[in-house]
């Protein structure tokens, strides 16, 4: 596939509008066009000794899920490891893309992927997403009325206030008078600047409406995961079935305050990779996730919710073998898809 078909074709899978706003995701490298891919990698982390793998393997992309670009590059040199990732895939026409918290929203993603370890339960999201946009643009609309007499006078300077979209004018009868309504969208800064018009007629003031403009929020789309169990389950068993979901011979673990291993659980709130802002707050018997600050662990053992940490990526690069069955299906067979070998996490129990 041409390059640029297949980003396309990726960002159809998880559009990057679903991607925090602090993120850096989509194609982070591209060797001069035209480029064919025949051959896309997946990996978690792309680190040297991955990059390496995929330059003997012949990858004409990799899909990164972590971005190996984050922090802005003032530099391309082989001074650093990431500058020198930038370097080797540009060296042999490698490009580079990441979808990273994009995967992490989607129904088919990463934590939809997790919840999977838990055994059967109903799971939503923690913090849904909505639709990136829908509806029209800016976050309030505003509708008044005006006559002849005010209407080009108040509309020429409304035009002069920036951030005001999809003005619109319709005939109107009010109180037996013709009259002309008037609609716009406009952002939270233009609003005030609006108003402050409109005040200075108080006919006008009077008759005027303001909406805000909710974006509908996207079903089963989101961050964070909180699932209920179909039955409850004790802690210990948990603990057994996320080790053998994630092929991990340790997790770590912090029992709630009053609970026990032996302690049944119904409620899991789960987030992959790193999950304290994600999971702060929520009201579950166990928070699951990659890893979190200290002081949020004693957070929650102190509110009764028992934890279990699993090193950031060990709950993440699982997920990257059902995304080659799916993007496989995805794709329509159309390239060759690749898991990398070399990808782990860097931290061991020793």
């Not at 991955?50 to 922090?71: C, G, N, R, T, W």
């Not at 037996?176 to 233009?190: D, F, H, M, W, Y």
């Amino acid at each position: 596939m041409n390059l640029r078909e297949l980003v396309s074709a990726l960002n159809d899978f998880a559009s990057p509008a679903l991607a925090e706003s602090w993120d850096n995701v989509g194609l982070l490298v591209e060797p001069s066009p035209p480029h064919t891919v025949n051959t896309l990698f997946l990996t978690n982390d792309l680190t040297e000794e991955v990059m390496e793998e995929a330059v003997q393997k012949k990858a004409d992309l990799v899909l990164s899920y972590h971005p190996p670009i984050f922090a802005p590059l003032k530099r391309v040199t082989w001074k650093t490891w990431k500058e020198r990732l930038v370097v080797r895939a540009l060296e042999n026409r490698i490009g580079i893309y990441s979808p990273h918290t994009a995967y992490d929203a989607v129904p088919h993603g990463v934590n939809n992927w997790l919840t999977k370890g838990l055994g059967t339960c109903t799971a939503v999201p923690l913090h849904p997403s909505t639709a990136p946009s829908s509806p029209a643009e800016g976050t309030h609309r505003v509708e008044f009325c005006a006559d002849a007499e005010h209407l080009d006078a108040v509309l020429s300077k409304i035009k002069d206030i920036p951030e005001i979209s999809c003005l619109t004018t319709l005939p109107a009868r009010v109180e037996g008078e013709e009259q002309t309504r008037v609609s716009l969208n406009c952002s939270q800064k233009a609003l005030l600047e609006v108003v402050a018009l409109l005040s200075q007629n108080s006919l006008l003031y009077h008759k005027t409406e303001i909406l805000l403009l909710q974006k509908p929020l996207l079903p089963h789309t989101g961050m964070g995961r909180l699932c209920t169990l179909s039955e409850p389950v004790s802690l210990s068993d948990v603990i057994e079935r996320i080790k053998g979901h994630l092929q991990l011979p340790h997790v770590r673990v912090a029992v709630g305050a009053g609970r026990t291993l032996e302690s049944p659980l119904k409620k899991v709130a789960l987030c992959a990779g790193s999950g304290s802002s994600v999971l702060k707050g929520t009201e579950a018997d166990l928070y699951l996730t990659g890893e979190m600050s200290h002081h949020d662990v004693l957070d929650a053992v102190a509110n009764g919710i028992s934890v279990i940490l699993c090193e950031h990526s060990n709950t993440e690069r699982g997920f990257l073998s059902e995304l080659r069955d799916a993007l496989a299906i995805h794709l329509q067979n159309k390239i060759n898809i690749i898991v990398s070998e070399k990808d782990r996490d860097p931290l061991q129990v020793a």
